[in-house]
């Protein structure tokens, strides 16, 4: 017997028995199951030199993919669904799935999950001091773990899922953590290599910076908005309400002096008009400075309006005066949005 040495490590062990013949194994027997062993560990090292540089090029392209998908727009929870998807090809696991901590609890929730018995992990909650993966997220530390039943069990996955050997490395480090990133194989199946978690960890690192800059860039846009719309509502208040007001006092002033009662009565009527249209000013003006993540209570009222009218067979009119977004609580709203 002769070891198979891979990078100085023995693989195995190569053995030969009961000699064709019946006599006994010489020194030159020796040298060539020596040779034999050497020739199996080039070929092993070369396959495994494969198979790691096949599996980088699967990482590189769904870290490419994941940033695109992120820098176009795409949708958050559609670029998640990719990360647990990509995770789980580039590991050759059963299953992936990405929990991210919810913000303003203690908890993760899985936003995505992929492979077998994934539809049943979506959306489940695991509270992040009561799951062996909490740990991953709050030291930045990955779990390789050989058995994962238990900290399935811990997590209350449901028990269809089948969970064998785990692997779990955090989505980004510091203040830039979001969640973990889990791939896990049926019970029985291939324990996760420390190569294969090098490659999740860089994965996982690369998606979480792609998913800061994509927060970044919606920041960035949102606050472009804003400026927009507090310019757009200043022009109106500062210029064309004055005008109007302007044009309107004028008018009253023609209703003193004009000799006619049909003219009198035309003059108001365009007074009454003006100050209409500079109520209706005013409220778009309201709606420029609502919240651009919140709906505002008149877009609410707009949007059932909207949705009404396929109904109705016509559009109805909408008239709103005043500081709805801010006078009126959450509560009368939802009474408001009821009654319309």
């Not at 303003?104 to 049943?120: N, Y």
């Not at 773990?145 to 996955?157: H, I, N, T």
């Not at 009222?301 to 109904?311: I, K, P, R, S, Y």
């Amino acid at each position: 017997g002769v070891p198979i040495r891979v990078r100085d490590e023995v693989f195995g062990n190569l053995y030969l028995t009961e000699k064709a013949g019946g006599g006994e194994f010489d020194p030159e027997d020796e040298v060539v199951v020596t040779a034999l062993a050497t020739a199996a560990g080039v070929a092993i090292e070369n396959a495994r030199l494969y198979e790691e540089t096949r599996r980088r090029e699967r990482w590189l392209q769904a870290s490419t993919e994941i940033s695109t998908a992120l820098l176009s727009g795409t949708d958050p929870h559609e670029v998640t669904a990719l990360v647990a998807q990509r995770a789980r090809e580039i590991t050759d696991a059963g299953l992936a799935a990405v929990a991210l901590l919810e913000e303003g609890r203690a908890e993760f929730v899985v936003e995505a999950a992929d492979g077998e018995g994934g539809e049943r992990l979506e959306g489940l909650r695991v509270p992040l001091g009561h799951s062996v993966v909490g740990p991953v997220f709050t030291g930045g530390v990955s779990l390789r773990s050989a058995d994962g039943g238990e900290a399935a069990r811990e997590a209350k996955v449901p028990t269809q899922v089948p969970v064998g050997p785990l692997l779990a490395v955090p989505l980004g480090l510091g203040y830039a953590a979001r969640g973990v990133i889990s791939v896990v194989n049926p019970p029985g199946g291939a324990v996760f290599s420390e190569g294969t978690q090098r490659l999740l960890e860089a994965f996982a690192g690369q998606a979480a910076v792609a998913l800061e800059l994509a927060d970044r860039r919606r920041d960035t846009e949102r606050l472009a908005l804003l400026e927009d719309r507090d310019r757009i509502a200043k022009d109106l208040h500062d210029t064309v309400i004055q005008r109007l007001f302007a044009a309107a006092m004028t008018l009253m002033a023609a209703i003193k002096i004009t000799q006619k009662r049909e003219v009198a009565v035309r003059i108001q009527r365009a007074v009454d008009d003006l100050d209409d249209t500079m109520r209706q000013i005013r409220s778009t003006i309201f709606a420029l400075q609502a919240p651009v993540d919140v709906a505002s209570l008149r877009s609410r009222v707009h949007a059932l309006v909207d949705a009404a009218a396929e109904q109705l067979g016509f559009a109805p009119s909408v008239r709103l005066d005043g500081l709805l977004d801010t006078a009126v609580d959450d509560e009368i709203g939802e009474h408001l949005q009821a009654v319309v």
